[in-house]
């Protein structure tokens, strides 16, 4: 870790405190819903979750987290960072694929604990480490062969198996990079 990369429990300490430069104190429910100062609430981990979304389709490409170095790095440079949870370590996105996200809008919600990035990909336009464009690329199978459980609405099923897991159905029809090309033996994100 770089000496200005700061750990999520670092980035707690400077939101408690009243946060570094780049962020406002926490000083009353007006000032954080209806001012004008950037004043984000950090969890216990020093993390703030971050929505990403494409800014000409409005497409979700991913959701992921900042600590508040990778939060002042975003505002900073136009590029998105983000906290990699599982590396534990700030990260550009698009340093290693090369797939970066060109910041068009960040915005905050109502009490400034979720920020939402509208961004332009480069390259392929792709977000996903597994290659695909949105790392939300499968979606839950509503209704199906189960037919209703107890409590469901009268004609809609759960889309759960009796004994089985709910079924996903792929949304994207085919990857834009081939991660091994991209990544090579690098390990995956994804823990279990």
């Not at 979720?114 to 996903?128: D, F, K, T």
């Not at 085919?174 to 091994?180: A, E, L, V």
């Amino acid at each position: 870790m770089k000496p200005d990369d700061k750990s999520p429990a670092d980035a707690v300490a400077s939101a408690v405190s009243g946060g570094s430069g780049a962020f406002a104190a926490r000083l009353s429910v007006e000032q954080v819903e209806e001012g004008f100062a950037l004043a984000p609430k950090f969890d216990a981990e020093g993390l703030i979750p971050c929505i990403t979304t494409d800014a000409v389709t409005g497409e979700v490409l991913m959701l992921g987290y900042m600590n508040g170095a990778a939060l002042e790095k975003t505002i900073a440079t136009g590029e998105a960072h983000y906290w990699s949870r599982s590396r534990q370590c700030l990260w550009r996105k698009g340093a290693t694929s090369g797939l970066a996200q060109k910041v068009e809008e960040v915005r905050v919600d109502d009490d400034q604990d979720a920020v939402w990035l509208r961004v332009r990909v480069a390259g392929s336009g792709a977000s996903c480490h597994v290659g695909y464009r949105s790392c939300f690329y499968r979606s839950v199978e509503l209704g199906g062969p189960s037919g209703s459980l107890a409590g469901d609405s009268p004609g809609i099923s759960s889309g759960i198996s009796p004994g089985g897991p709910a079924r996903l159905r792929l949304e994207e029809s085919r990857k834009t990079f081939d991660p091994k090309a991209v990544y090579g033996d690098a390990p995956k994100p994804t823990q279990l």
